[in-house]
């Protein structure tokens, strides 16, 4: 059964500094997702990592993927107070495409 | 190309009743996956429809099911609601892959659900 965890569980960082969110997961998986969820929202897409290897970048987020490993990052540069919210990874696959959530990470940016 | 809706956006039920939530696909979308998520948790699957059929069900029991629709909009229900089943609904529609999509999830806005 396919499981996925993420650390830290709650991260605290001042603005400009640099950390990064591990997600791992227990087997193969066609495909990892990163979302956003801002308090009380819904879940927005940030990235989706398909091959070993694969590095995406949307301003001051970045994810990678090693499928070898079955490990996936989220790295953040420069944080600003704006990117305050709950990430979480997911991993997909099969016929389904079901995801399976890691337990998200809160990530608050002290000025 | 309007995104994904859910209705209501908070329900309040009491133990024992039945509840239906509905959802509407994001246009061009053909399969629709339903999410319960606990406060401070992460979401769980609980079912999908691709085309008006169940295509994958979660680890929950049979008094949660659904429908699709030809539209491909879709209602979750519950039937003799527990105190458990307080958390905030998602639904995510997706265009499959062998539709020519990516399978990738867009979520609505959830419907947030207590049970007293």
């Known amino acids: 059964e396919l499981k996925v965890e993420q650390n830290p569980l709650f991260l605290s960082m001042q603005e400009g500094k640099n950390y990064t969110i591990y997600c791992n997961y227990s087997t193969t998986s066609d495909r990892l997702y990163w979302y956003r969820q801002d308090p009380g929202k819904s879940l927005e897409s940030l990235f989706v990592l398909l091959s070993n290897g694969a590095v995406k970048q949307e301003g001051r987020l970045m994810a990678s993927l090693d499928t070898k490993a079955r490990l996936s990052t989220l790295h953040i540069t420069a944080a600003v107070h704006d990117l305050s919210a709950t990430y979480f990874c997911?991993?997909?696959?099969?016929?389904?495409?079901?995801?399976?959530f890691g337990t998200g990470t809160l990530l608050a940016v002290q000025p | 190309e309007t995104g994904v809706t859910q209705s209501p956006t908070h329900l309040i039920k009491t133990r024992g009743q039945q509840v239906t939530l509905r959802c509407s696909s994001q246009?061009?979308?053909?399969?629709v996956s339903w999410y319960q998520q606990a406060l401070g948790q992460g979401p769980q699957f609980i079912f999908q429809y691709y085309r008006e059929e169940e295509n994958g069900r979660g680890n929950f029991p049979p008094r949660f099911s659904g429908l699709q629709f030809p539209n491909y909009s879709s209602e979750l229900n519950v039937n003799a609601l527990e105190l458990d089943d307080s958390a905030l609904y998602l639904c995510?529609?997706?265009?499959?892959?062998?539709?020519?999509?990516?399978?990738?999830?867009?979520f609505g806005p959830g419907t947030r659900l207590t049970v007293l």
């Open positions: 246009s061009g979308h053909n399969t």
């Open positions: 995510a529609s997706s265009l499959a892959v062998w539709s020519g999509g990516t399978d990738t999830q867009y």
């Open positions: 997911a991993a997909g696959g099969g016929a389904t495409n079901k995801l399976i």
